[in-house]
């Protein structure tokens, strides 16, 4: 501001002198000093990095609680989230509303599920209540941010339901199976269901 400010009045001298000395020797020249302070004001508005997310506010506040609270669950949990919604915002489809943080929250607890399923097949107790804090705590986010999460089982039976039912009622069609789904009153709404698995496996089903 106060750079813009000292910029407008070494144009208005400018101006004044224009007026009255034509011919002075260069006296439309804005003084370096100015120009240089200005164009270096310009550069750093234009990029200026956009204000933070409410979701990422929210994870680096509670990123610092988990480090004062030693808990490392909620640490690990944390690091990951805000890893992936970093790696997003540099793509063309940023994690910055509820249904996408309840999506990539999903993905995170499908994989924990799948993690502690190979870590019993080994024997390792421990990995597997690591796992399982960790899964806690991604479950208490999704009751954050509104959505009550399904496991893999219970999504694939609230999918097989409703085509069932569309195959008793005759043809069932892909576009119409989603909207009874995931459309709103549907088996799905708020679950934090991730609308591309879900096609995927109705997909499966109907071939």
């Keep these: 501001m106060a750079t813009t400010l000292r910029f407008a ?3 208005l001298r400018v101006s004044s002198s224009r007026s009255i000395t034509p011919r002075a020797s260069n006296p439309s020249s804005i003084c370096q000093k100015c120009l240089r302070a200005f164009s270096s004001s310009q550069r750093r508005s234009s990029t200026a990095p956009s204000p933070a997310s409410p979701i990422l506010v929210k994870l680096r506040g ?3 609680s ?3 609270a030693k808990d490392t669950a909620r640490l690990s949990v944390l690091r ?3 890893a992936d919604i970093t790696n997003a915002s540099k793509t063309s489809s940023p994690i910055t509303t509820n249904p996408q943080f309840l999506s990539l929250l999903r993905k995170r607890l499908a994989a924990a599920e799948t993690a502690v399923e190979e870590f019993k097949s080994v024997s390792r107790q421990d990995l597997v209540d690591k ?3 960790q899964m806690e705590v991604l479950q208490g986010y999704v009751k954050d941010v509104g959505g009550d999460t399904m496991n ?3 999504l694939k039976s609230a999918i097989e339901e409703v085509v069932e039912e569309m195959k008793a009622q005759g043809k069932v069609v892909m576009g119409e199976a ?3 789904l995931l459309g709103p009153g549907g088996k799905l709404e708020g ?3 991730d609308g591309k698995e879900v096609a995927k496996v109705v997909r499966s089903m109907i071939l």
Excluded: I
């Design 9 to 11: 009045a070494c144009a």
């Design 131 to 133: 796992e399982e804090g």
């Design 66 to 68: 988990a480090m004062r």
């Design 80 to 82: 990951a989230l805000l």
């Design 178 to 180: 989603l909207k009874k």
């Design 62 to 64: 509670d990123l610092k």
């Design 152 to 154: 893999p089982e219970e």
């Design 191 to 193: 679950k934090g269901a």
